[in-house]
């Protein structure tokens, strides 16, 4: 069983186009996040989540909505796609994250992304 | 603004040897230090989680140390084998972030030959 997967895996689309990526997580962990691998394979978070509460929001442009329904999901939602979002994105939970903590970070296998 | 930096960026080692890789930050407030690995087209696999009080982790053949006051950790990988092959990241979670919020070094590509 994958502890943390997103879907899709690879994902092709064209500019001004509106996507989603799924991710779910059966760890029963209480939080999740999504985070961006650009180009130069720097990794960056975006937001994160605990149940379904939104803890961190970097700054991430307005056209990305996540959206937690339950503790187990964090979807991730494209709008009007540009060119510079192509990326990698990957999708991580870990067990709690009110405050600081000691939790590692399981991260699921990632959706490449690429804008034409 | 913490930074973290891995140099070198890329490594290539006979099979054997060991091997020592670097991780540095500018701001030494941190809570935890962790080393992750990436395979190709695959996510990231935690390896091993320094807590800020603590010196160094030790798993199996990897052993990972922490000199918070100079801002600097290293991952040491005993007997490198072809399968050790990947690249490995440090992150850092800063006292001051708002909950697990990492801050990830660029990695540095490691290939063991036969």
């Known amino acids: 069983d994958t502890a943390v997967s997103q879907t899709p895996k690879y994902l092709v689309t064209q500019m001004g186009n509106d996507k989603s990526i799924k991710c779910e997580q059966n760890?029963?962990?209480?939080?999740m996040y999504w985070y961006k691998q650009d180009s130069k394979k720097f990794l960056k978070i975006m937001f994160s989540?605990?149940?379904?509460?939104?803890?961190i929001n970097e700054t991430v442009p307005n056209r990305f909505s996540p959206k937690s329904p339950d503790k187990a999901h964090l979807n991730l939602h494209i709008n009007s796609l540009e060119l510079g979002d192509s990326a990698v994105y990957f999708c991580?939970?870990?067990?709690?994250?009110?405050?600081?903590?000691?939790?590692?970070?399981?991260f699921g296998s990632g959706t490449q992304l690429s804008v034409l | 603004k913490q930074e973290v930096t891995q140099i070198p960026a890329a490594l290539s080692v006979p099979e054997g040897e060991n091997l020592v890789l670097n991780c540095s930050f500018t701001d030494s407030a941190i809570y935890n230090l962790q080393w992750f690995r990436q395979d190709p087209g695959k996510g990231l696999t935690s390896l091993l989680l320094i807590q800020s009080s603590q010196r160094e982790q030790t798993s199996g053949r990897l052993n990972a140390s922490l000199d918070k006051s100079s801002g600097r950790s290293t991952l040491y990988i005993a007997a490198s084998q072809p399968g050790d092959s990947a690249t490995y990241l440090c992150?850092?979670?800063?006292?001051?972030?708002?909950?697990?919020?990492?801050?990830f070094g660029g990695g540095t590509r490691v290939l063991v030959k036969p």
């Open positions: 760890l029963g962990h209480d939080t």
């Open positions: 992150a850092v979670t800063d006292v001051s972030a708002a909950g697990n919020k990492l801050t």
């Open positions: 989540y605990n149940n379904k509460e939104l803890i």
């Open positions: 991580a939970s870990s067990k709690k994250d009110r405050g600081l903590t000691n939790e590692k970070l399981f």
